[in-house]
T-cell receptor, first 115, second 112 residues
Framework: GQQLNQSPQSMFIQEGEDVSMNCTSS?????WLWYKQDPGEGPVLLIA?????ELTSNGRLTAQFGITRKDSFLNISASIPSDVGIYFC???????????????FGKGTLLTVNP | DSGVTQTPKHLITATGQRVTLRCSPR?????VYWYQQSLDQGLQFLIQYYNGEERAKGNILERFSAQQFPDLHSELNLSSLELGDSALYFC???????????FGQGTRLTVV
């Protein structure tokens, strides 16, 4: 089945620094989503991408849908302490002659921001 | 608030027992997903329903089953519970396939 490789696994940065994380897949995806999860809470959708090459911003967050349709990245600019959490990428593969619609998640990037 | 409601929030039960987790999707969403999250496993996809029909299946154990009702709410049934089933169980909903999914707050299941 589809696998998503998300990197890095964890990041320790200083407040004010920019952050970049990415996700790659072994197959072509038609949707890329980025989520943030705080401890004990459900993942919260940050950005949704639907077209190859699409670049979308949400405040200090910017994400791109890779041209090959097999990767995506998320950038956070000027990080602040409340950016701390686990960031997940998720993708849905292109239908391949059957019912394979599952939304697959990467293993997450744990972000720590030192004030 | 994502608009997805999960009940109960916490559940403690003994091994061998059976529990039912409930999910109400966002108004108008036809698709419901169930995920299991353990400390060392990330978000594992269990199953997806779309407008009452099973759409996709992940690594869902045979002891687990789910259904989506005509009013679009969904239930996840976990039976013959084992200690290893202790985890957070999330439900998510989306308007249709291939669109953004919104998560509920989860049900924390503890099997003792």
């Amino acid at each position: 089945g589809q696998q998503l490789n998300q990197s890095p696994q964890s990041m320790f940065i200083q407040e004010g620094e920019d952050v970049s994380m990415n996700c790659t897949s072994s197959s072509i995806f038609n949707t890329w989503l980025w989520y943030k999860q705080d401890p004990g809470e459900g993942p919260v959708l940050l950005i949704a991408l639907y077209k190859a090459g699409e670049l979308t911003s949400n405040g200090r967050l910017t994400a791109q849908f890779g041209i090959t349709r097999k990767d995506s990245f998320l950038n956070i600019s000027a990080s602040i302490p409340s950016d701390v959490g686990i960031y997940f990428c998720a993708g849905q593969p292109i239908r391949s002659g059957g019912s394979n619609y599952k939304l697959t998640f990467g293993k997450g990037t744990l972000l720590t921001v030192n004030p | 608030d994502s608009g997805v409601t999960q009940t109960p929030k916490h559940l403690i039960t003994a091994t061998g027992q059976r529990v039912t987790l409930r999910c109400s999707p966002r108004s108008g969403d036809l698709s419901v997903y169930w995920y299991q999250q353990s400390l060392d496993q990330g978000l594992q996809f269990l199953i997806q329903y779309y407008n009452g029909e099973e759409r996709a299946k992940g690594n869902i154990l045979e002891r687990f089953s789910a259904q989506q009702f005509p009013d679009l709410h969904s239930e996840l049934n976990l039976s013959s519970l084992e200690l290893g089933d202790s985890a957070l169980y999330f439900c998510a909903s989306s308007p249709r396939d291939g669109t953004e999914a919104f998560f509920g707050q989860g049900t924390r299941l503890t099997v003792v």
